[in-house]
C-alpha cells in the first residue's frame, strides 16, 4: 500500500498563490494515477485535478482550470499541485489520492489517500 503525505497548505490572500505537495511512501509513484481532492466545510469532497503516471495527460475540474496546475515529478515519488489567483471558494481540506484506475475521477476508485492539508484564502 502507497502512502501519501500532503503538506504545503496555509493562509493566503485572495489572488495568491500556493504549491502543495504529496509525497509518497511504501511503494513507487510512478505506477499510479494521482489526483487532487478538497473538502470544504458542510461541502461534500470534490475533485480538482489528475496526473497519470507519464505526467503526459492532466484533467481539471471546471472551477479550477486555468488557475490551477497538477505535475509530478516521479524520481522525487511527489506530485504538486500549483494554486494561482485564489479565491475564498478555494478554502477547504485538500488532499491526494493514488489509484491504478485510468481516467478516473471518483473517489471511491482511489484507494489511498493522504491525510489532507488545510488551505484558507482570506479575502
Known amino acids: 500500500q502507497i502512502q501519501l503525505v500532503e503538506s504545503g497548505g496555509g493562509l493566503v490572500q485572495a489572488g495568491g498563490s500556493l504549491r502543495l505537495s504529496c509525497a509518497a511512501s511504501?511503494?513507487?509513484?510512478?505506477?499510479?494515477?494521482v489526483a487532487w481532492f478538497r473538502q470544504a466545510p458542510g461541502k461534500e469532497r470534490e475533485f480538482v485535478a489528475r496526473?497519470?503516471?507519464?505526467?503526459?495527460?492532466?484533467s481539471y475540474s471546471d472551477s479550477v482550470k486555468g488557475r490551477f496546475t497538477i505535475s509530478r515529478d516521479n524520481a522525487k515519488n511527489t506530485v504538486y499541485l500549483q494554486m494561482s489567483g485564489l479565491n475564498a471558494e478555494d478554502t477547504a481540506v485538500y488532499y491526494c489520492?493514488?489509484?491504478?484506475?485510468?481516467?478516473?475521477?471518483?473517489?471511491?476508485?482511489?484507494?489511498?489517500w493522504g491525510q489532507g492539508t488545510q488551505v484558507t484564502v482570506s479575502s
Open positions: 496526473i497519470t503516471w507519464s505526467g503526459i495527460s492532466t
Open positions: 489520492a493514488a489509484t491504478l484506475r485510468f481516467g478516473s475521477s471518483k473517489i471511491s476508485d482511489f484507494g489511498s
Open positions: 511504501g511503494r513507487t509513484l510512478s505506477s499510479y494515477i
